[in-house]
């Protein structure tokens, strides 16, 4: 028994470290997530197009069909030639322009032979600034050894997205709160207490979230003094949500981080709710113990023995 | 006779009573435990266990997690099937049969909730952020989950406890709650699929990530094929598993009655695995196809990209699935009278099967080095280049199902010579049909080298439904064809070669580590998103780790697995009754039925009306 129990294990462990194994034969590479790149309006055009290179390669994943040298995938056009061909593409279209739509807007317009396939950059999973579609664009012309003419302007830095992190529930929590009935955020909700949407800016997003339990850390000015509830009883992740949200509108990256698990309320509401039902089981169960009783003969009965095992033997 | 319905009704509800307060105290404890880490440990978006990888830790834990849980909603479902056919041959063996699968369920939950709770803590604790975001999202699915747990549990306690007290004329309320155990199972399979299909492929939100519509979200690009996927997986899952258990057993059985209980069990195992294996690959296709329609980007990324040389590995995996089914098939021919007539198309077979296992393992892109690549012209070789396209492996693969299925209906009609008088007539338009569904396999893999990829992987659904409806056809003509079929013999359970359970053991091991790559490639694929294109992954480990790196996790997890899995064995194999006196006749090959039902046999020995079957399942 043991030896074939011993058996059995080793071949086990054989057929796992051989597929381990193929595992460790196959190309060895790490993918890191692509790196921010700070782009503005002063940025030098090498750097520029150095960005929009690291772009393509990276977060853009343009290489997953295009190639922009020798060895690559053949799947879209290839990028060594986009910008040549870009003045003749689509006619009444200038180059660097239709270089600019073929990433925002791909399906405008297709190469012949090539189906319509291309996620837009600006939207998931690429995600890409407009100032990071330029430096895209102004590697595609360097690659065509073409002069780069693509410019960086105020409007697309300020364009770029700020956070990709989750949407903080600070938005919601604070209509389910009653925050909105004295305070504006976003042009809505009353005005009893101070404007909100640009709080951030003059207070830490840390201590707004403490600010909420705890009223008396400061008063706005021209407001009255004790006027606003404490409210301790809220959860800590509700009001560090709550400051995330307001740190967002004023352009901070703030995370909630939640120092109580999001259920603190339904778990205990649920908890609650399972006990009771747990309670009418064992009613239930009294119940039919009681019928139990009533039908037994006044002799040991011949298969109790047998019930309690089958009980014991599955739990 | 009402005193022993009462005691068993009583101990119905109270087995089911143990396992309501088992689930509520582990979601207690973790709701506990989930608050009292969160309040204790400092602030932070992404927190790590003790210096371990919180990656890591989340990864081992949900795998095996998802392999109980496929465990736990597969092998009820083969049990149910078991049950129904008990009933309608009216052959104890198979109620035995499926009392015995679901003698392991009971521990198999409970470990599946302990893991699904540890894994919940670690989400909380290691991902409070992502795991705020996704709650807020799906906060009425996770109540719904709740509730389904509850009801799954109850049911399924009491399927299990029931199952003396509802037999006979009550048996069809024990199919019943049988039926519901199901149900339930795979209600709370399709909502934990949602949160895992929304990361993948993320719907019903806007571009700020606000929550627009509920059912968009929950019925996202990737829900339903990864639905249809998982049930399938896990029907074929929880029969491998169970089969590898009865070939434990058979290697262990000191008896002739014994080989042939768990020579019969295994095959059974083995068969419900295989037929659910069959489809599955077409189910792949489907939501491979869904992945393409959500973004053409990941879909490539998945086959073409950093993800690709995976796939390599999970042809090999596969086609040593279909070599070691085949192979237990013939070498279980060896025990069938008159199954010898087939052998002259093993080989045949066995040439379609390793041409095909070949062309599914050729990498489109060799690795070599700058020489070898100067004189190949590239990355690709000119000429094995062409088998390391999804044209040439589409085609192999549906070959190899053909090939498979064709070996299964060989193997039914080992021992049957059809008496009917279109019976060379029904053998050809069969042929015919096999060959057809060849004939378009092939074809379209042919023609998918001339059009773009968005339109060949759609070739690969009608390369699928080709074989899907040759399957079909075959089968249809199959049954009248063999009815009132000639019996040369009856097949000699227990008379099969060790060597046959460990390719039942090879079977289950495979299938455990492809769950595992499979695990991590559809999650893998999302790269450095936690939701793809919405929520990004900012922490340390939001990079794709080496293969190498990956396959050494999924081997843990599998050994891991299988220790789980073999304290569950050995917990119900001690539950066994004590050998006791049989009725003759057991090992002489026709009666194998009867040593299979005996131990029900000898159980209901002296019971009340027959109620209870308790003492055996004690």
């Not at chain 1, 189906?115 to 990071?132: G, H, I």
């Not at chain 2, 339109?455 to 075959?474: D, E, H, K, N, P």
């Not at chain 2, 073999?566 to 026709?590: H, I, K, M």
Request: hydrophobic share 50%.
């Amino acid at each position: 028994m043991k030896a074939t129990i011993a058996k059995i294990f080793l071949f086990m462990l054989a057929v796992v470290s051989l597929y381990a194994y193929v595992g460790q034969l196959v190309p060895q590479f790490e993918e890191h997530p692509p790196q921010k790149k700070v782009i503005t309006t002063e940025t030098p055009k090498e750097e520029l197009v150095a960005s929009g290179q690291e772009i393509l390669r990276g977060k853009g994943g343009c290489l997953v069909c295009h190639k922009d040298q020798e060895r690559g995938n053949e799947r879209g056009p290839d990028l060594r030639q986009a910008a040549g061909k870009a003045a003749t593409r689509k006619p009444g279209t200038a180059a660097e322009a239709y270089l600019i739509e073929s990433l925002v807007t791909p399906d405008a317009f297709l190469v012949e032979g090539y189906p319509k396939m291309m996620p837009p950059s600006m939207k998931p999973p690429a995600n890409l600034s407009m100032a990071e579609v330029k430096a895209v664009v102004a590697y595609l012309q360097s690659l065509g050894g073409a002069e780069v003419t693509v410019k960086v302007e105020a409007a697309d830095v300020a364009a770029e997205k700020k956070s990709s992190g989750p949407v903080h529930r600070g938005k919601a929590l604070m209509a389910e709160q009653g925050c909105v009935g004295c305070h504006k955020v976003e042009g809505e909700g009353g005005e009893i207490g101070p404007e909100l949407t640009k709080v951030a800016e003059r207070h830490e997003p840390a201590k707004i979230a403490q600010k909420i339990a705890d009223p008396t850390l400061w008063t706005a000015e021209g407001f009255q003094t004790g006027l606003m509830p404490p409210r301790p009883d809220m959860p800590e992740g509700d009001r560090q949500e709550i400051a995330a949200y307001l740190a967002g509108l004023s352009g901070k990256s703030y995370s909630p981080t939640g120092t109580a698990s999001p259920w603190s309320h339904e778990g205990v509401r649920l908890g609650a709710v399972i006990a009771v039902f747990n309670i009418v089981m064992l009613l239930v169960l009294g119940w039919a113990r009681a019928r139990e009783k009533s039908t037994l003969s006044p002799g040991p009965s011949p298969i109790e023995g047998e019930g309690r095992n089958t009980a014991g033997a599955a739990s | 006779m009402a005193q022993a319905i009462t005691t068993s009704a009583f101990h119905a509800l109270k087995g089911t009573y143990k396992g309501v307060v088992k689930i509520s105290l582990m979601l207690a404890a973790t709701y506990l435990v989930a608050q009292g880490l969160s309040s204790f440990l400092p602030a932070a978006d992404y927190r790590s266990l003790f210096g371990f990888s919180n990656r890591t830790a989340v990864w081992v834990i949900a795998e095996l997690h998802l392999m109980f849980a496929a465990f736990v909603l597969g092998v009820p479902i083969f049990a149910f099937i078991t049950e129904i056919v008990g009933v309608a041959t009216k052959e104890k063996r198979y109620d035995e049969l499926a009392r015995e699968f679901t003698k392991l369920l009971a521990m198999a939950y409970t470990l599946t909730a302990v893991l699904g709770c540890v894994l919940l803590v670690l989400f909380i604790v290691l991902y409070p952020k992502l795991t705020g975001y996704l709650s807020g999202l799906f906060k009425p699915t996770w109540l719904l989950y709740i509730v389904l747990i509850f009801g799954e549990v109850i049911v399924a306690y009491f399927y299990w406890y029931s199952w003396d007290l509802l037999q006979g004329a009550a048996k069809k309320w024990h199919l019943v709650l049988g039926l519901l155990v199901n149900l339930w199972g795979t209600a709370l399979l399709f909502v934990a699929d949602i949160w895992v299909t929304f990361m993948m492929s993320p719907a019903g939100i806007d571009d700020a990530n606000n929550l627009v519509s509920l059912w968009d979200a929950i019925n996202n690009h990737t829900w339903m094929p990864i639905n249809i996927h998982r049930l399938l997986a896990n029907v074929a899952f929880g029969g491998a598993i169970v089969a590898a258990y009865a070939a434990v057993r058979f290697l262990n059985a000191k008896t002739d009655e014994e080989k042939a209980r768990f020579d019969w069990m295994g095959y059974v195992g083995s068969f419900i695995a295989i037929a659910a294996f069959i489809p599955l690959p077409f189910a792949g296709y489907w939501l491979g196809r869904e992945i393409y329609q959500f973004s053409e980007q990941m879909g490539v990324s998945m086959m073409g990209g950093s993800f690709a040389w995976l796939w390599i590995l999970q042809a090999m995996l596969i086609g040593g699935l279909f070599l070691a089914s085949n192979f237990y098939l013939w070498l279980g021919m060896g025990r069938i009278p008159g199954a010898e007539r087939y052998t002259k198309f093993q080989i045949g077979m066995m040439i379609v099967l390793t041409i095909g296992f070949i062309v599914w393992a050729t990498p489109r892109s060799i690795i070599a080095s700058g020489a070898e690549m100067s004189a190949m012209g590239g990355s690709h070789h000119p000429f094995l280049g062409l088998f390391g396209v999804m044209a040439a492996k589409n085609t192999a693969v549906n070959l190899m199902i053909l090939t498979t299925f064709f070996s299964f209906m060989l193997y039914r009609r080992g021992n049957r010579i059809p008496v009917v008088a279109w019976a060379t007539a029904g053998k050809a338009v069969q042929a015919l049909v096999i060959a057809a569904a060849a004939v378009v396999v092939v074809g379209y893999g042919v023609y998918s080298y001339f059009v773009p990829s968005i339109t060949r992987i759609g070739f690969s659904v009608y390369q699928v439904s080709a074989v899907l409806a040759a399957m079909a056809l075959f089968v249809a003509i199959d049954i009248p064809l063999l009815k009132g079929a000639s019996v040369i013999g009856a097949i000699r359970w227990g008379q099969i070669p060790a060597r046959a359970q460990y390719a039942l053991f090879f079977l289950a091991v495979s299938f455990t580590w492809l769950m595992g790559l499979m695990g991590y490639i559809r999650s893998g694929i999302r790269q450095y998103w936690h939701i793809y294109g919405r929520v990004m992954d900012e922490s340390a480990n939001a990079y794709t780790m080496s293969h190498g790196h990956a396959t050494i996790i999924v081997s843990c997890i599998v050994v891991i697995f299988f220790l789980l899995v073999s304290v569950v064995f050995w917990l119900a194999a001690r539950n066994d009754p004590p050998p006791g006196p049989r009725p003759a006749g057991g090992g002489d090959g026709g009666s194998a039925a009867d040593a299979a039902s005996m131990p029900l046999a000898a159980a209901s020995l002296g019971r009340p009306g027959g109620s209870g079957a308790g003492g055996r399942a004690a």
